[in-house]
Every structure is written in C-alpha cells, then in structure tokens.
C-alpha cells in the first residue's frame, strides 16, 4: 500500500465502542439514542430481541471486522451479554485480543 | 446484471433463486421443481447449493439454459437451531440465495428449508422496513373455485403488539391487492366471536387500531376460513395463525381420509368408487399446498417466499411462480410504501 494512502487508525476505546453500539442498536430498535444507556438491560429496558441482537452483532462484526482483521463474537458468549456496558467491555476485550483495541 | 437494477425494473424475465438444498425431499424435488420452472416459466433460476449433489441431478449433468448454479458448501437442516445456524453458517444454500437477491442477481428467492432460518436470514441479508420489527409470514389458504385468502401471520411472531396487527393488515392488503387483483380486500381479526368486544386482550387492543384500515370489516372465526364470501385477508398473531393452519390441516386430513376410506369398506364403494374417484382427486388438488403456493415473507426488502418442508417439484415451481409474480407486480416496494404511509 503506498504510505500517502495509508491512514493509522487509532485504536477504539470503551467510549468508541459505547458510541458506535448505541448508534446502531438505535437504528435496529428504531429508538432514540438517548434511551441508550451503559446500563440499559438489553431485553428489559430495551426490548431487543434475539432478533434484533443478531442483527447487532452482525453489523459491529461487519464494521469492526474491516479495521481489526480476526474480530469477531462468539455465539456462545452472547447469552453473558444482558447489559449495554457488558456488550461494550466484550467488544473492547475482543478487540484488543484481536489485535485493534485500546 | 447490476446491483439494485431490480426493484425498479420494469422488464420482463425475472430471476428467482432457489435453495436447492433446504427441504425434506431436497435437494431431488427442489432441483427438478426448479428446471420445471425455467423450461415452462418465463423465469431464470439460480440453483444454490453444493455443485457435486446438484450436478447428477441435471438433465446430460449440465446447466440447461436459464438455469445457473450459485455455490453453497453448507445446508440448515429442518432441525438447527435457526438464529445460531444463520450465523454459524454463512455459506449455506440458505444465506447465499438471499446475497444473490441483495446483489442484484436475483429478484427473489425460494425455500423449502427451515423456516426459522429463513426468516432470519431474510432480516439479516435484505434488511426490514422501517417500523417493522419482524417480518410474517402470510400464507395462502386455499377456497375452492376463487383465490386464496391470506393469513398474517402464519406462525412468525408468537406475541405481536397490537400496532402489528395493522400492519400486518396493511401488507395483507398490498399482497391481496397485487397478487390477486382485490380491488378492496375484506379484513378480518381472527377472534374466537364475530362482535367487536369479542376476544383477547390483544384483538381487543386491536381492533379499534384496525378500524383505520380500509376494508376492515371486524372480528371473523375460525368457520370463516376456506369461504369465499367473508373475508380475504385474515389478520392474527403467530401463535393463534400457526394453531389455525394446523388445525385446518389436521381437518383435511381427516375430512379425507373418511371420504376416500368409505371407496374401501364394500363392494358397493368400490363400484361408486370407479365413477367419482377422478373427480373428487381433482376437487382435492384444490386443497393441496403443493398447488396453492408458498408463504411470503412480508415486511422484508426483498422477495422471499417459503414453500413447505414436503414440498414436492411442483411445490417448487409454484413458488418460483409466485415468486417471480411477486416480482413483476413490484411487491417489495408496494408494502414499503403502505406501512411508510402508515406512519
């Protein structure tokens, strides 16, 4: 890759992650971002389904994929994540053992 | 073929892609429903599935033309488990079929596979419309001597909010009016009594909800399926559709094998038997899922429709009919502008 078009990317911290997913779980369930919160329950609070959490972890997967090569969730880690801040700190913990966190 | 040329294509030969692989008696029936099509439709069909167990079932063991086979190395069984089947395998026959209708190579898609996966897969790989959740299922009830009716929805969404149940009506609508030719359809909430406080807290809720919609007419019941002369499209919750279809087929079932049982218990029936057998095989083609369709998916950006587990060759190219119908009378873009209009 020439060096003019390669651009460093920074690696994402927590509060990357939490905007990035707040901003695409608001797109799925078709919310406000604001009703977002870190401590928002996933099924209680939001009334994501299983479903709509798929679609979730498709899209992050996606576009995290692209800027950390190997990034990816683990099915069975899902059933663990029933909170916002959980998904967020699995995401950063997945990154950075991929290779991309900060 | 160019990417989103579809939606807004006004030609004439539709492409449809058919999972090869998904059904009890695939991948035999599914590819050979599939050839039918392309030889006797106006239609192109992309056969997706594993290249070695489609290949020997080719006429010569070549493509014939208007037909093209799309690669999958992994198929859903009826018994995954569909939401981490969908997930686990991105190269199946399943989700192939649905990128070949997101990349523009196909109009839309056929299955006989599990139904859970496909549902999914269609949300995943086309997208919903904005202000649906979900998609349902709408499947065709056969009424001997007219059009089917429709039921939304089959067996999707086991515990819909009220608000889904208008939307449910509003797509039955486009899809009876499209498909069809209604110029107003007549809708009904399946309710266990024709009055309007009659029901659930959930047709309770919705009934004054479907008030709005053009050609409500109210609470219908289960006696109201496979008639004519009440109602076209019969709005309900999943678990109650799926319990109804069930039910009507367990029926027919049983309606049938008493008729054609009474042929085999004397001499007299066998005799009767010589006069009225072929006219009563034909009256009960009616009734066969094989002849009346597949189920849609409504809601989703594209065309997805959903032929029986059992589905046999002609169950197929039915579906690939329907499909392609669906298509040409720009189903997709019809229910995304009546649930948009909805608000």
Redesign the interface.
């Known amino acids: 890759m020439p060096a003019e078009t390669h651009v460093e990317q920074q690696p994402l911290g927590p509060d990357d992650v939490f905007s990035l997913l707040r901003e695409r779980l608001a797109e799925i369930l078709?919310i406000d971002e604001a009703n977002i919160t870190r401590e928002a329950s996933f099924r209680d609070d939001l009334d994501a389904?299983?479903?709509?959490l798929?679609?979730l972890?498709?899209v992050i997967e996606a576009e995290l994929g692209e800027r950390t090569v190997g990034f990816s969730v683990d099915?069975e880690d899902l059933a663990e994540l029933h909170t916002v801040r959980e998904a967020v700190d699995y995401v950063v913990a997945r990154l950075a053992a991929a290779g991309g966190g900060g | 073929m160019t990417k989103g040329r579809h939606n807004g294509d006004t030609g004439h030969r539709r492409t449809v892609a058919v999972d090869a692989m998904g059904g009890d008696r695939a991948p035999g029936e599914i590819v050979a429903g599939a050839l039918q099509a392309a030889r006797e439709l106006d239609v192109q069909v992309l056969l997706v599935g594993r290249r070695d167990e489609i290949a020997p079932l080719l006429p010569s063991g070549e493509m014939p033309e208007g037909v093209e086979l799309v690669e999958a190395s992994e198929v859903i069984s009826m018994d995954d488990e569909p939401l981490a089947a969908v997930r686990q395998m991105k190269d199946s026959s399943i989700m192939r079929a649905f990128e070949a209708v997101r990349d523009g190579r196909a109009h839309a898609m056929v299955s006989a596979g599990n139904t859970g996966a496909v549902t999914t897969g269609a949300v995943l790989r086309l997208g919903r419309f904005k202000g649906v959740p979900s998609p349902a299922i709408a499947v065709p009830i056969p009424v001997p001597g007219h059009h089917p009716q429709l039921l939304v929805d089959g067996g999707a969404v086991v515990d819909p909010a009220p608000e889904r149940l208008v939307q449910y009506a509003l797509m039955g609508r486009e899809y009876a009016q499209a498909r069809w030719d209604i110029a107003t359809p007549r809708i009904g909430l399946l309710s266990n009594g024709e009055e309007a406080g009659k029901g659930d807290e959930l047709r309770k809720a919705a009934f004054p909800l479907l008030q709005s919609v053009p050609g409500f007419l109210g609470n219908v019941e289960g006696r109201d399926f496979m008639h004519h002369d009440v109602v076209d499209v019969i709005v309900t919750d999943g678990f109650t559709g799926n319990v109804a279809l069930k039910s009507l087929e367990g029926a027919l079932r049983a309606v049938s094998s008493v008729v054609f049982g009474v042929f085999e218990q004397s001499p007299e029936g066998r005799e009767a038997s010589k006069l009225v057998m072929a006219p009563l095989l034909a009256a009960a083609n009616d009734f066969s899922p094989d002849v009346v369709g597949g189920a849609v998916l409504l809601g989703i950006k594209g065309i997805t429709v959903i032929s029986h587990g059992s589905s046999s060759a002609r169950a197929i190219t039915n579906a690939v009919q329907i499909a392609a119908d669906c298509a040409r009378r720009g189903m997709v873009e019809r229910i995304r502008k009546a649930v948009a209009d909805a608000g």
Not at chain 1, 49 to 52: Q, R, V
Request: net charge negative; hydrophobic share 40%; aromatic share 0%.
């Open positions: 078709e389904d299983s479903l709509a798929i679609e972890v498709e099915d």
